[in-house]
């Protein structure tokens, strides 16, 4: 009993400690000290925190990103892209209109009249030229113009005429649009000779033109694939659309884009189709299916 209200006292006057005049076994002022000690503690771990935060920043550029290894090879994307990559379609307007559909919203940005404003778009020509310099990156310029692109220049694939407005699909030798992903201050260099690059897709290598090439995926099936056919400025991507500067300084840039045509898929076959881009610095990924060509099946019922 005495003990228990010993140590019922002894926390009491663990509490406060009117004698001594302590707190919790401290005296004000050494509670006060302690209380000076971390707010210059903290303070100075704050400082320290915020200063290497802003060290960093300054040496960031609003423009270009510091490290891209993770994009830096191009993606190659097409429309319509549909899920896993597998068109799939009879010739009845409900099957194929959402692939009609995806191309068309696509190339609502390759409408002449959106590129109408001179102070955001100029012609970069309609001939393949070499890079369009518009200044560093790092410079008092501001936005740049962008080239225009008229989707007029995909022809039969451009699905302004009657004839093809549904992009092919309905005669069954449908469209693909292709375009090479962005990547800020990229530019891209053609293959310096046909030998670095397979037979087939010699007739496609042209000065100042990254080529695409598309095939059979699987050799046995080279007999099913048919003609093809490419639209736009060349039978690839021109150079006179690179270097890209970036979203701040480039707000209206066009990539520009290839049409792929498939002039005569066998029907009711399952075709697997590789489409590459070539160019010295590009390059392919075992894993990402993506970079630098991109496959996709076909299968045209009927
Ligand atoms: C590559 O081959 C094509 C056709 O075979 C030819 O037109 C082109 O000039 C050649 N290009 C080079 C760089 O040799
Ligand atoms: C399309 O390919 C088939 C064989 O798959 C062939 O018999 C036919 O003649 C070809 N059509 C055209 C227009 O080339």
Redesign the pocket.
């Known amino acids: 009993m005495s003990a228990n209200k010993n140590a019922d006292g002894g926390w009491k006057s663990f509490i406060w400690n009117s004698e001594k005049k302590e707190f919790l076994g401290r005296t004000g002022c050494s509670w006060f000290k302690i209380f000076i000690f971390y707010v210059i503690f903290y303070g100075c771990l704050a400082g320290i925190f915020i200063g290497t935060i802003q060290a960093m920043l300054m040496t960031l550029s609003n423009f270009k990103p510091t490290y891209q290894d993770r994009v830096a090879p191009p993606g190659l994307s097409h429309f319509p892209r549909p899920d896993k990559a597998e068109i799939s379609y009879s010739i009845k307007e409900e099957s194929y209109k959402p692939y009609v559909d995806h191309i068309k919203k696509f190339l609502k940005a390759y409408d002449p009249e959106n590129q109408i404003d001179t102070t955001k778009f100029d012609d970069c020509g309609e001939q393949l030229k070499t890079y369009t310099d518009r200044g560093p990156l790092e410079s008092d310029e501001g936005v740049r113009k962008a080239c225009r692109f008229d989707r007029a220049w995909l022809k039969d694939c451009a699905g302004i005429e009657k004839k093809d407005e549904d992009f092919g699909f309905k005669e069954g030798k449908p469209c693909l649009i292709v375009k090479l992903n962005r990547i800020v201050n990229f530019r891209p260099r053609p293959p310096s000779?046909?030998d670095s690059i397979p037979e087939p897709a010699?007739?496609n290598?042209?000065p100042n033109l990254i080529p695409i090439h598309c095939t059979n995926k699987r050799e046995e099936d080279a007999e099913h694939l048919g003609p093809i056919e490419y639209f736009g400025l060349g039978p690839g991507f021109p150079l006179q659309y690179y270097p890209y500067y970036g979203k701040l300084l480039h707000p209206n840039y066009l990539q520009p884009l290839v049409a792929v045509k498939f002039h005569n898929i066998t029907r009711g076959y399952e075709m697997r189709i590789e489409c590459k881009v070539y160019g010295e610095n590009i390059y392919y990924n075992e894993k990402d299916r993506y970079q630098g060509r991109f496959d996709i099946k076909i299968t045209i019922n009927s």
């Open positions: 000779s046909n010699h007739p290598v042209q």
